[in-house]
């Protein structure tokens, strides 16, 4: 999964999927299998390798297959049934969901980062206003000696 700023235009037609590990296949492979174990024609078959969009691009992150059907229907079915390949049951999601699970990331991310620069920058005022605070306890100490 990765964080996105913006949802692209609904697809309900569209389905994803991840193999458990970096298996790398041809397009013609993965539809191969896919309209054999799913038993539904596929419309059109896009690899998205993840691990360029991540700003971790180690090699354990996982490149994610984006299948479009030609109905909702087929999409649905296909998310029920999912596949199973080398013993690995494979799970099919809606990609509507799983890119609104990575905005949704996303603005947690955003959330977060906001929150951490606001308490830092407070710390800040903090340790500025202590300073101060001893300068001001100095100066009053020199005017009394």
Known sequence: MHMRRSAPQENPTAVCFSFKTRDYRTHEEVKEILERNVGIRITSL????????????????????????????????????GFEMNGNKI???????VINCELEAYHLYRADMR?????????RV?????????????QKNAKFA
């Open 46 to 81: 896009q690899y998205d390798p993840l691990y360029v969009h991540s700003a971790n691009s180690c090699s354990d992150t996982r490149s994610r297959w984006i299948v479009t059907y030609r109905r909702r229907y087929d999409a649905g079915q296909a998310c029920k049934q």
């Open 91 to 97: 799970m099919i999601r809606k990609l509507d969901d």
């Open 115 to 123: 929150r951490k620069a606001l308490y830092n920058a407070l710390l």
């Open 126 to 138: 903090d340790e500025r206003r202590k300073a101060l605070n001893e300068a001001l306890k100095k």
